[in-house]
Structure formats: structure tokens, C-alpha cells
């Protein structure tokens, strides 16, 4: 059963299509948002020799040109220099503004090609295919596109929203359970940030959704898509309610910069483990019950997600240190911080003004230095 969510955001509506074997169907999905009958694929080494060929024949099926640009797999594509590789390529296609470029691959291919589409002759219409769990129910949806500098990640970017996002659960029968797990920690999110009911059914189907069993997964996918959806609608630009989407994000971030952002610590992994501490946070502040965070790190762990920052590294953290990257994350509005903490499970918050000594104090008691 194919489900379909709708992005309402007036001339920049889209919509979501979830279900199995949508590959095969993209030529015709994607034919009605072409003008001159050309799509250029985005896609990284490892996504394209899995699933290319089976995109190209559907494209080329609807009697759509699909000439490909494929790039290395792995964060590090997502830079200056991968970009500036990426739109010299496209250029050397001829690519111009009636055509559409397909970002076909993880949510680095996405964040890559989506701003490679908002820049390109000043913007080209752009479809999502996302083949990782992470992008088809968090990156591929609400328009979010950048690129990482040595300074952090996403700092350089655009809002520049799909005019199609195609899931298509079979893809991820490929994708190794280390990233649909860290995938889960974004299906989680979720539950935690705003949909106690989601979580409650998360805690009894992990099992189910992790081993891709195709009702659980794409109720799991469908659900997160349609809370993304709701809170994009509300607040494309994150003035506000969005914010919410960052839960576990700024504990999260500072591990990721300490870790090198890499295969020591895939970025979903670092959001279970910081929303395990956002929970634990909040309880040590008086905020939400211990018994909630309980629960949370519970369900997390249950993914066999990281939860603790002694399960992310043998060697302790400096709690300084950790607040100091917290300090550049760009939520932190004039040198305060900013977090996404809980009254409860399904009930975050945007909390703005954190002391930074209570962040350092808590982290101590959790085995940083
Ligand atoms: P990724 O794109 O690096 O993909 C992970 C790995 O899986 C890669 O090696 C890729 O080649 C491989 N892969 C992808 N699909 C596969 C498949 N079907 N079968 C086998 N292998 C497959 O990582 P990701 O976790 O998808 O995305 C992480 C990125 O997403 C980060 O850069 C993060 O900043 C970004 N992100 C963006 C947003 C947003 O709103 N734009 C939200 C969350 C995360
Ligand atoms: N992943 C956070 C957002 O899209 O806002």
C-alpha cells in the first residue's frame, strides 16, 4: 500500500509519497515536473550500484534523459569542494533551469544535491529519492539543504524545498543495520519530541521496524513523515516550533564534533545518545520525571543505540569542551544556549537561556571530566 503525505506550503507544495517499489514507478511520478524531458541524477557510489540501474530504466522508460553525477559516498562530499566538483558537473551537462536535478541517495546526497538545486543558475527544481531510513523520514522532507565547513556541520546552506520526495522502503533492504539504526534514533525522536502514542508503539514494533518487517516500517516511516510535515507547515523557517526536530542535536553535535563526525559515531547515533541526555537533563533539573528519562534511555537502548557518552568513547569527554561546541552550534542565539528539553515523554520544549555551568555540572555527574 502506497501512503501519501502532503506538505502544505502553498506554491511550494509537495507531497510525500511512501511504499515499495516506487522506483520503478519514479518515471512516471516524476514526468509531470519535468519541462524539457531531462533529470539529472544525483546519487553517491555505493547508492548507484545498488539501485542505479533500477531508477535509470524506470526513468528511461517515461522516455526521460538521465545523465548521472556520482559522487564519493561519506560526509566529506558533503563540502565546498564537493560541491563546487558537483556544479561544475552539472554544468559540463548543460543542465539549465527547465530541467531537474534528482537527489537519489542518503541524506548526504540530499543535503549535497538540494543545495547544488537551490544555487544552481539560481535555483533548479529538485525531486528526493531517499534511500537511507535517516533521510526517507527526516532529511528528504522540510527543505533543510547544506554543506559542512571546518567550522561545523550545515553551517553553509538554503531552504529550498523538493517539488516530489519518493520513499521506497525496498531500498533499504540494502542499507546495513548499523544505518537503519541510526536511522531509528530519528524515528524515536519522534515519539519522544511530540507523539507519546508513537512511542508507546515504537517500544512494542523496534524489533518489527529494524528488521525492515514492511507494515511496521511503513507505519514508522509514514507516522515520522506526517509529524515532520505538520511542524514544517507550521514553521518552515524555524522561527520557533521547528526547533523541536533538534531534539538530542546540541548534546548530540558536541559529540559528533569530538568524535570527527565520521564512522566513530554516525549522526544518528549521536542524536540517541543526546536525546538520552536531553531526557536526563530535564529530570535533573526539575523539568520531567526521572521515570520518563528511564523510559526513553530504555526504548533508545533497546535499538542498541547509544545512550551514555561512555558507550561513544573509552577515553572521557571534557565536559568544557563539550559546552564549548555547544556554544557555536548555531541554535545558540548570543552566547546562550539553546536545547530542545522534555516535561515529558512526547512533550518537548524549546528552552532558550541554559545555564551553561548547569550543562558542564550535569555532564560531570555523567562521566565527563
Ligand atoms: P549518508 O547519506 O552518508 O548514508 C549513509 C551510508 O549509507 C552511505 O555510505 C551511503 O552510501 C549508504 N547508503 C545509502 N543508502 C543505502 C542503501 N539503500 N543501501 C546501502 N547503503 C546505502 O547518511 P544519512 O544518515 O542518510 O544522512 C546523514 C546526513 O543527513 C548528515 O550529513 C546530516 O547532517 C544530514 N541530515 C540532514 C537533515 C535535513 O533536514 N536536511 C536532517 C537530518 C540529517
Ligand atoms: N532535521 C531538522 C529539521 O529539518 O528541521
Redo the contacts with the bound molecule.
Keep these: 500500500m502506497t501512503r501519501t503525505v502532503p506538505v502544505g506550503l502553498g506554491d511550494r507544495a509537495y507531497e510525500v509519497v511512501i511504499g515499495r517499489g516506487l522506483l520503478d514507478t519514479a518515471g512516471a511520478r516524476i514526468a509531470p515536473f519535468l519541462k524539457n524531458g531531462r533529470a539529472a541524477i544525483v546519487s553517491?557510489e555505493?547508492?548507484w550500484a545498488?539501485?542505479g540501474p533500477r531508477l535509470t530504466a524506470a526513468l528511461e522508460a517515461a522516455g526521460i534523459a538521465c545523465p548521472a553525477v556520482i559522487v564519493p559516498?561519506?560526509?566529506q562530499t558533503?563540502s565546498f569542494a564537493g560541491l563546487a566538483d558537483l556544479s561544475d558537473r552539472l554544468l559540463a551537462l548543460e543542465l539549465d533551469r527547465g530541467d531537474l536535478i534528482v537527489a537519489f541517495?542518503?541524506?548526504?546526497?540530499?543535503?549535497l544535491a538540494g543545495f547544488a538545486a537551490a544555487i544552481y543558475k539560481r535555483g533548479v527544481d529538485f525531486v528526493q529519492i531517499p534511500?537511507?531510513l535517516?533521510?526517507q523520514v527526516?532529511?528528504s522532507v522540510?527543505g533543510?539543504?547544506?554543506i559542512d565547513t571546518p567550522r561545523g556541520?550545515?553551517l553553509i546552506g538554503a531552504f529550498h524545498q523538493p517539488r516530489l520526495v519518493l520513499a521506497d522502503l525496498d531500498?533499504?533492504a540494502?542499507?546495513?543495520a548499523r544505518?537503519m539504526r541510526?536511522?531509528y534514533a530519528?524515528v524515536i525522536k519522534y515519539g519522544l519530541l511530540g507523539d507519546f502514542a508513537f512511542f508507546e508503539w515504537l517500544e512494542a514494533h523496534a524489533g518489527q521496524v529494524l528488521s525492515r518487517e514492511p507494515e511496521a516500517l511503513a507505519h514508522a516511516v509514514a507516522r515520522s513523515v506526517e509529524m515532520k510535515a505538520e511542524i514544517v507547515i507550521e514553521d518552515e523557517k524555524e522561527a520557533g516550533r521547528r526547533a523541536l526536530l533538534n531534539l538530542g542535536h546540541t548534546f548530540g553535535h558536541a559529540l559528533e564534533a569530538e568524535t570527527g563526525y565520521g564512522e566513530a559515531l554516525?549522526?544518528?547515533e549521536a542524536v540517541a545518545a543526546g536525546s538520552a541526555l536531553a531526557f536526563r537533563f530535564s529530570a535533573s533539573q526539575g523539568l520531567c520525571e526521572a521515570q520518563d528519562a528511564r523510559r526513553a534511555e530504555a526504548a533508545i537502548a533497546a535499538a542498541g543505540l547509544p545512550t551514555r557518552m561512555s558507550e561513544v568513547t573509552a577515553k572521557p569527554f571534557d565536559a568544557r569542551t563539550l559546552v564549548r561546541h555547544m556554544g557555536q552550534d548555531k541554535k545558540a542565539e548570543g552566547g546562550r544556549l539553546t536545547f530542545i528539553l522534555a516535561r515529558a515523554l512526547g512533550d518537548a520544549f524549546v528552552a532558550k537561556n541554559v545555564d551553561a555551568a548547569a550543562v558542564t555540572a550535569f555532564l560531570q555527574t555523567e562521566g565527563a571530566l
Design positions: 553517491d555505493t547508492v545498488l539501485h559516498p561519506g560526509e558533503k541517495g542518503g541524506g548526504v546526497v540530499g543535503d534511500t537511507t535517516l533521510a527526516d532529511s522540510g533543510k539543504t547544506a556541520k550545515n531500498v533499504l540494502t542499507l546495513p544505518e541510526a536511522g530519528e554516525l549522526h544518528g
